[in-house]
């Protein structure tokens, strides 16, 4: 099912290993000619036109964009117990994890009577996705909503499509786990035109007019039409990336389990069809038994039609590589949104990944304990992205703002140095500002 591809007894250079690795991706571009008219229409007609695209695209129209209180306290009420208590075991352990991302302001003492303080002040208004696709994601409520509130964001708004099975209201599932986390607006839209309303804000149709009031940032991971919108007003607001489908890499020797590691793959490709799952592995007898192993599970899948048509799909696949020298130059090349390593002092091993949205170490610590209960956060870096990027946490929510603070006895000490470099770029303007200050003393 997997498709092979062999650099045993090759060295690839890393641009010809980006170009030889299986890796999934969407084309947003082909896609932005469909979003745009969303977007403009909803920043002229606001609400009323979200509301037109939910009853078009999702088959419902909700009464109103705001979920009503009641029914969010009602979700929260009717939910199941045991549903509760594995949310807030992952709320808890989440929380845990992103107290300790919170910076401080440094003060910075340049030259006697001359300081910078960096101060971190948090995103003001903040709206979260939350998909309603193939799934259902409260954890992705979780893991958005937690590092905002521990960097200090005071104002949460989540967004998340309406449902036909339940009167237009996201699933209650969703709304709940916004009860347990505090976060008491909810609007029922999804998609572009989720995007575009948070962006732009509006007037919600209900009987008292109620302000939806637009984001400063969005964050959270939604399909195509999601991508191209985020891209489309990211002039407008903050984004925290252009997330594309779901990615597994695994880096095994001889030491792993067939079993689990074909369980572990099956995971990510049960998301979507263009989900990537890649082995990396020195041993063709795992991967043969890793082979048989998906053929097994596979058998008793649910989402077998889904998984099927992601494994076999060009961005999936076993990658057979002569030791772990090299496995680990191309899982470095790949940068996988989640990378597990199950090899021989797997600990060793991942401290010497330098790409990856996430690293999942040893036998015991599978990508799907970080999709709700490790601690971690599961919204990532794809598709290559992790060399240069990190996934969500408090930082997003944060912005450093450098505070300069001159005596006019520190400014005159370096005068001569800004007026020097003001001149070397041509922008005497720059130093004559400084000059005239000393001027006017006389």
Not at 179 to 195: I, K, N, R, S, T
Not at 380 to 401: D, K, M, N, Y
Request: glycine share 8%.
């Amino acid at each position: 099912m997997l498709a092979r591809t062999d650099l045993r007894g090759r060295t690839p250079t890393t641009a010809e290993l980006r170009g030889a690795l299986p890796r999934g991706g969407v084309d947003v571009d082909a896609v932005l000619h469909h979003v745009r008219p969303v977007v403009d229409d909803i920043r002229d007609r606001g609400a009323v036109a979200a509301l037109d695209y939910s009853e078009k695209f999702d088959g419902v129209r909700p009464a109103q964009v705001r979920v009503p209180q009641a029914a969010i306290d009602r979700a929260l009420a009717e939910l199941d117990p045991a549903v509760r208590a594995a949310l807030e075991v992952a709320i808890t352990r989440t929380r845990l994890v992103h107290a300790d991302q919170r910076r401080t302001d440094t003060v910075t003492e340049v030259v006697p009577g001359g300081t910078v303080t960096e101060r971190w002040v948090p995103v003001e208004r903040v709206g979260l996705y939350v998909p309603g696709g193939n799934a259902v994601y409260p954890s992705s409520v979780v893991m958005n909503v937690v590092p905002a509130q521990a960097a200090g964001v005071e104002s949460l708004v989540i967004a998340s499509p309406p449902q036909k099975d339940f009167d237009g209201l996201p699933h209650p599932t969703i709304l709940a786990a916004a009860a347990l986390l505090g976060v008491d607006e909810v609007w029922a839209v999804g998609g572009a035109q989720a995007v575009a309303l948070l962006s732009y804000g509006g007037t919600d149709v209900d009987d008292t007019a109620t302000e939806l009031a637009p984001v400063d940032m969005i964050t959270g991971p939604g399909n195509i039409y999601v991508t191209a919108a985020k891209r489309l007003c990211r002039a407008v607001v903050g984004i925290d990336a252009e997330a594309g489908p779901t990615e597994i890499a695994i880096l095994a020797d001889h030491t792993a389990d067939a079993v689990h590691v074909a369980a572990d793959l099956i995971s990510q490709a049960e998301h979507d069809v263009m989900a990537a799952s890649v082995l990396v592995t020195t041993s063709t007898d795992l991967a043969d038994a890793v082979d048989a192993a998906l053929a097994a599970q596979l058998e008793i899948t649910k989402h077998r039609e889904r998984v099927t048509t992601a494994l076999s799909g060009s961005q999936s696949g076993i990658v057979l590589v002569d030791d772990l020298e090299q496995g680990l130059q191309v899982v470095n090349a790949y940068a996988a949104e989640h990378l597990e390593i199950q090899t021989e002092n797997a600990s060793e091993v991942a401290a010497r990944v330098r790409a990856a949205g996430a690293i999942f170490v040893g036998p015991w610590a599978p990508v799907s304990l970080g999709d709700y209960c490790a601690g971690s956060n599961h919204v990532l870096p794809t598709a290559g992205c992790a060399r240069h990027q990190s996934g969500l946490s408090v930082q997003t929510f944060l912005r450093g703002i450098h505070v300069v603070d001159y005596s006019r006895e520190a400014l005159q000490d370096v005068a001569g140095h800004v007026i020097t470099l003001a001149n070397a770029e041509d922008l005497p303007a720059h130093g004559e500002a400084v000059r005239l200050r000393f001027e006017a003393l006389r």
